[in-house]
């Protein structure tokens, strides 16, 4: 009798993995963050990633052919993207992100990219997102990073580091970015802020009417309600921990095909951090949905 109820429960635990295996969204469901959320904004949501599983599968989806997102490093063994237990928002697991060597432009870009353009594989019944949509992640600066570039070395740009972004295929079909969430530094109160960025619409550069400062070693949601169009009907509206911060209207948001969602570490120069070139940042608890998700 033990013998045969050890059987059936052994075989009780394999069927819940399988069925895991299958999108991995029922195993995401028992994260603490996602259970908190109201009945109706559990049902908004489209995709989750909040790596409970331990890997990165959430952004791979590794076990399809098409996978419908994926993650995308530059810079070899100068870059990391892993998931840890040493940190986490909810649950047990965060997503480290990690560049080195981003120095004065000199060594190239230093880029982890983390994307998803479907909420689920392509083979495995994958569809883009919706034109209207919420986007959001928590994230986590272990230091306040500084990305300006200064005279004399400065090739012209002042500095850059993109941490969320869109992209979308132009007519050849090339990827684009299309509206990046940059960090920018402070340098009177040492502190970083958000800004919007598109090379695709004027002026190119959005910032902040009122600075709201990104803090230091505390985990900090950030959601975007981004509305596609390719003839400057978009919108894009940011909220930093359920306070707007930017709001963009009549810009294009899409070129020839659907968006492609993406958080990531990526600039070609970075400052604060242990060692100069060398940035950090966690994310957890990802997710997009119809319905804004924070509180």
């Given at each position: 009798m033990i013998l045969l109820l050890a059987l059936v429960m052994a075989c009780q635990v394999e069927s819940s993995r399988a069925a895991d295996s299958q999108t991995g969204f029922e195993h995401q469901q028992s994260a603490s963050w996602f259970a908190g959320l109201s009945e109706e904004t559990k049902a908004s949501v489209l995709w989750l990633g909040d790596v409970e599983e331990g890997t990165l599968y959430d952004w791979n989806f590794d076990d399809f052919?098409?996978?419908?997102?994926g993650v995308f490093n530059t810079g070899g063994d100068q870059v990391i993207a892993r998931v840890t237990d040493a940190i986490a928002h909810s649950g047990r697991y965060a997503v480290e992100t990690g560049i080195s060597r981003a120095i004065r432009s000199r060594n190239g870009d230093r880029a982890v990219r983390l994307m998803r353009w479907t909420n689920t594989a392509w083979d495995n019944g994958g569809e883009y997102f919706p034109l209207d949509t919420y986007f959001s992640v928590w994230m986590n600066f272990p230091n306040g990073y500084n990305p300006n570039k200064y005279d004399p070395w400065d090739p012209g740009d002042g500095g850059w580091w993109n941490v969320f972004q869109f992209k979308s295929d132009d007519?050849?079909?090339?990827?684009?970015?299309i509206w990046v969430l940059n960090i920018d530094h402070n340098d009177a109160t040492n502190e970083m802020y958000f800004y919007l960025y598109s090379k695709h619409n004027l002026p190119r550069s959005y910032g902040q009417t009122r600075t709201v400062a990104i803090p230091v070693g505390q985990w900090v949601h950030i959601e975007a309600h981004y509305v596609q169009s390719s003839d400057a009907r978009g919108s894009i509206t940011?909220?930093?921990?359920?306070?707007?911060?930017l709001s963009v209207e009549d810009v294009i948001t899409k070129l020839a095909e659907p968006i492609h969602w993406g958080i990531g570490n990526y600039t070609d120069h970075i400052a604060g951090g242990v060692v100069e070139g060398s940035a950090t940042i966690f994310f957890d608890d990802a997710a997009v949905s119809t319905l804004r998700l924070y509180p």
């Open positions: 052919q098409h996978a419908g997102g007519e050849t079909g090339e990827s684009q970015p940011i909220w930093q921990d359920g306070q707007r911060i």
